[in-house]
């Protein structure tokens, strides 16, 4: 309890610091906090920034704001041991802002419902079909049957992505795309050697970028070859 105070009046005292130093610009405010953000303090202090600037950011300026709070939030769980309550809820909270940066799309947001392959070829942002699809297939892990009903949702935001921007975030479409072919099975879309070429293909468009090497070690290496 103590620490957690602790952190909420650290967060508190270096917003104000901040604000101070950036003025009105709430947007660069976060973005100073976020190359910041292997501390997890940090992290917590781009969050609370970027959600501040929600409130005032102009409409053309959402979009990022809103996938970088996706991000922070997928991200945020990497100080976790894992797989824990706390962690679902900021999954759920990632997933959330993403797909609010997607309906800012209003094709995406016309046909969501009724055909949301066709909603989501009209996306031409990675960074919220990235960050989208990684908080939602990270959710799978706490209810596996209604992972069954989303999983053709998620694979269509990261094959959507792969056609947007290939090379996005160190081919992460390609990573996360393979790593999902493999552990799925068929009657859901699974493919071992489309699996296999995509993990091969991230690492050549990024063979600098260490989780394409490690992905393909867990999801490939250990298992198949």
């Given at each position: 309890?103590f620490k957690?105070?602790?952190?909420?009046?650290?967060?508190?005292?270096?917003?104000?610091?901040?604000?101070?130093?950036?003025?009105?610009?709430?947007?660069?405010?976060?973005?100073?906090?976020?190359?910041?953000?292997?501390?997890?303090?940090?992290?917590?202090?781009?969050?609370?920034?970027?959600?501040?600037?929600?409130?005032?950011?102009?409409?053309?300026?959402?979009?990022?704001?809103?996938?970088?709070?996706?991000?922070?939030?997928?991200?945020?769980?990497?100080?976790?041991?894992?797989?824990?309550?706390?962690?679902?809820?900021?999954?759920?909270?990632?997933?959330?802002?993403?797909?609010?940066?997607?309906?800012?799309?209003?094709?995406?947001?016309?046909?969501?419902?009724?055909?949301?392959?066709?909603?989501?070829?009209?996306?031409?942002?990675?960074?919220?079909?990235?960050?989208?699809?990684?908080?939602?297939?990270?959710?799978?892990?706490?209810?596996?049957?209604?992972?069954?009903?989303?999983?053709?949702?998620?694979?269509?935001?990261?094959?959507?992505?792969?056609?947007?921007?290939?090379?996005?975030?160190?081919?992460?479409?390609?990573?996360?795309?393979?790593?999902?072919?493999?552990?799925?099975?068929?009657?859901?879309?699974?493919?071992?050697?489309?699996?296999?070429?995509?993990?091969?293909?991230?690492?050549?468009?990024?063979?600098?970028y260490l989780?394409?090497?490690?992905?393909?070690?867990?999801?490939?290496?250990?298992?198949?070859?």
């Amino acid at each position: 309890m103590f620490k957690g105070k602790l952190l909420v009046f650290f967060c508190a005292f270096v917003l104000a610091g901040f604000l101070t130093a950036y003025g009105d610009d709430p947007i660069a405010q976060g973005n100073v906090a976020f190359a910041e953000r292997f501390d997890q303090q940090k992290m917590r202090l781009a969050i609370s920034l970027y959600e501040a600037a929600l409130a005032v950011v102009p409409v053309q300026s959402q979009a990022f704001v809103l996938d970088r709070l996706s991000q922070c939030y997928y991200e945020l769980s990497t100080f976790s041991p894992g797989n824990t309550n706390e962690d679902k809820k900021l999954f759920e909270k990632g997933r959330e802002y993403g797909l609010h940066s997607l309906r800012l799309n209003p094709e995406f947001a016309r046909l969501e419902k009724d055909d949301f392959a066709t909603a989501v070829g009209c996306v031409t942002d990675p960074a919220a079909l990235l960050w989208t699809a990684n908080n939602w297939g990270a959710l799978f892990h706490y209810n596996p049957l209604q992972g069954m009903v989303d999983a053709g949702k998620v694979k269509a935001l990261y094959e959507r992505g792969v056609e947007v921007d290939e090379t996005y975030w160190g081919a992460s479409f390609h990573n996360a795309l393979g790593a999902m072919l493999i552990t799925l099975p068929a009657f859901l879309g699974g493919d071992l050697e489309q699996g296999k070429a995509h993990l091969e293909r991230a690492i050549a468009l990024a063979p600098n970028y260490l989780e394409n090497h490690v992905v393909y070690a867990q999801y490939w290496g250990f298992t198949y070859d």
